[in-house]
């Protein structure tokens, strides 16, 4: 069957058509995304501004339009951190269904992280063991760890690179000071989900996901994109806090320079470091693999098992 799945994120909203069936791995047939930064349109109460709300509902119209026109069978939309976190999260949803005919799922934190899980487990297989898994968003950072499909713990907090980004730092580069606080936060932020996934045992196999571990990867030398998703990458702990001085030196404009580092992203490409770093460190990581796959892929996957959002 063809389907669509819309992901709208605190940093990007991403359609993604894919023929897919049960026990195969899903084939993609068209890719699209507008980088949108939600986040940012976040006001001082936390509500999402009617700005905000008109581009995500024009996005959201025109998806619907390309996966009709793509003959998917039936388009899976969700949104996650920046519209889930939201003062006036179901005002949005209302709207975005008013004018489309879409209604957006909110993804928990918690299912956000765990269908990342699943995608990462379908890759790696059995044989890897335990997996605990990083994944940086726009708007939050998830982390689990288990040895089935569902991981044993699944944590969501509120560390994603572009909300930090838009909270912490007024200047460009940031401070030396800015970012010793920031870091000081992260860590504060980290002590009790990374207690409670040590206890769990070492992982045989430590993964990131997310396009900002796959960016931070590429500028301490993994393969590039063109390579092919199955080019094994991987980030170290001593590469990365290499990387982090250098470009936390570096302005938005010569960052997007560096290949690998998209215009969009440039600007949040520090923070987002940062939140890899204290992470790995937090629980003790001195080299993560880069996955591939991650929640949109695990979405597809749980929905071709029939029991997404109680679908057969």
Known sequence: MRLGVLDVGSNTVHLVMVDARK???PIPMSDSKSTMKLVEYLDDQGDLSQKGIDKLTDYVGEASFLSQKMKCEEMISFATSAVRDAGN???????????????????????????TFLAVRRWYGWS????????????????????????????????????????????????RKKISMLRDYIDAEL????????KLGEPDVAVATSKTFRTLAR??????????????????????????????RMTAADRAELEG????????????????????????LEQVEICPWALREGIILRRLDGDLYGKA
Do not use: C
């Open 23 to 25: 026990g195969g791995a």
């Open 89 to 115: 999260s179901d005002a949005v949803l209302d709207h975005v269904e008013k004018e489309t005919g879409v209604r957006l799922e909110i993804l928990s934190g918690e299912d956000e992280a765990r269908l």
């Open 128 to 175: 890897a063991g335990r997996i605990a898994n990083l994944d940086i968003g726009g708007g939050s950072l998830e982390l689990t760890s288990g040895t089935d499909e569902d991981p044993d713990l699944a944590y969501s907090v509120l560390l994603g690179a572009g909300r930090l980004t838009h909270e912490w730092f007024d200047a460009d580069p940031p401070s």
């Open 191 to 198: 002590v009790d989900p990374a207690r409670e996934l040590r």
């Open 219 to 248: 500028l301490t030398g993994a393969a590039p994109s063109s390579a092919g998703p199955r080019v094994r990458r991987t980030l170290t702990a001593p590469g990365l806090r290499q990387l982090i001085a250098f470009i936390s």
């Open 261 to 284: 580092v998209s215009s969009d992203r440039s600007h949040q490409i520090v923070a987002g470091a940062l939140v890899a770093e204290a992470s790995m460190r937090a629980l003790g």
